[in-house]
């Protein structure tokens, strides 16, 4: 059986699946195989139809192939984790790579990278290290982050379980967490935050639009110390990265 082809490089990696299926080309037999950080590893293989159903096995594969061309959606095995993968025609030369992360991950890995490029880049202080003392970090959805005006809410709700821990660990490093149900309540008569050099971080409901994910932020340290906007976020290297700003940008 001829070897599997070299497919994309990874820094071609950009579609993103969080339901485990794509819609892949090839003839009657493919291969599934996982990016390790260093070179693509042979996961499993499937006939097309049992791809379609998500039943793979170990290679090789055993069964014969026919050569007939089909287009049909491909599902991960049930038990696949977040990763880098790649499916491939056996005896082609098409190949996808993909990143599968799944729903309940995607928006938790979108708000770390968002709240991280924050703190450690857009704090409104300058270059350098975040001046804050501690990290205020809004328990719900700030209907605010983004815009930062009281004519333009988002949605609203507790952050996830996932979400927390994410927004934790990549604050981890720079400062205590503490998270707070209303901001209103930890900022003094002079607007200032109630504990003294720490910082209020709101982050909104991300989304994904036309395949990269959009995290409105806001971040209040002070009656003149304060910023509301949105990032735009991609998959590069198989995780979340900051990659720019989107729409309007507001800073006090």
Known sequence: MPSPPTG??????????????????????????????????????????????????????????????????????????????????????????FVFNPADTRSADMMAAAIRELVTKDHTFGNGSPPFTEFLVQTSLDPQAGSGSVNEVGPTRELTDAERTAVEEALAGLGPVRWIDNPAEWRTDSLEP???????????????????????????????????????????????????????????
């Open 8 to 97: 994309p490089v990874k820094q071609d990696v950009t579609l993103v699946t969080t339901t485990g299926e794509i819609a892949f080309t090839s003839g009657g037999c493919v291969e599934l195989d996982w990016w390790d950080g260093a070179e693509w590893t042979d996961l499993a293989t499937a006939t097309y139809d049992e791809a379609r159903q998500g039943i793979w096995t170990e290679p090789p594969l055993t069964q014969a192939c026919t050569m007939e061309l089909v287009m049909s959606t491909i599902s991960l095995p049930p038990q696949a984790t977040s990763g880098t993968y790649r499916v491939c025609g056996i005896g082609s030369r098409s190949c996808k790579a």
């Open 194 to 252: 109630v504990i003294s050099g720490s910082v209020i971080l709101g982050i909104g409901e991300p989304v994904i639009e036309d395949g990269t994910g959009l995290v409105p932020v806001s971040l209040w340290c002070g009656g003149t110390c304060g910023t509301w906007f949105t990032y735009r976020i991609s998959v590069i290297d198989g995780t979340w990265q900051v990659v720019g700003r989107e729409g309007p940008f507001t800073i006090s």
